[in-house]
């Protein structure tokens, strides 16, 4: 590498290690889903319904993050997420237990039979 007046790398330096690493290494870029944890949850209040079904999906969101903590550990979206979380959960008074799945939306009674046909 090629130093700088103070004995350091140059950014260029910097940057072109980095390239090397992540193509050597393109999994370590790869395995973090966070933005699959971000899809889903916006996907599920997108309706915003209730307070008690937004504060479901803010607890499955955040089982999902904590999820990918592991592989996800130096991914700016990651901690922001994370950070996000809390504060959603503290602004809508939503509690850490409870349950973290979707209610299954209802499914329609079967309509009634046609009355008989008079002849």
């Known amino acids: 590498m090629v130093m700088g007046k103070r004995g350091r790398p ?4 910097v940057c072109r290690v980095l ?31 209730p307070e008690e079904e937004f504060c479901t999906a803010l607890r499955a969101y955040n089982s999902c ?4 903590a592991r592989t996800c550990r130096g991914d700016l979206a ?3 997420a994370q950070h996000g979380i809390e504060d959603l959960m503290s602004q809508h008074n939503c509690s850490k237990e409870g349950p973290t ?7 329609p009674l079967p309509p009634p039979p046609p009355p008989p046909l008079l002849t």
């Open 65 to 68: 993050v904590r999820r990918t």
């Open 19 to 49: 390239a090397v690493f992540l193509s050597l290494f393109p999994a370590v870029s790869l395995q973090c889903k966070i933005l699959k944890c971000n899809s889903e949850f916006w996907a599920s209040t997108s309706n915003s319904g």
């Open 10 to 13: 140059s950014a260029l330096d």
């Open 101 to 107: 799945s979707q209610p299954r939306a209802r499914t």
């Open 78 to 80: 990651y901690h922001s």
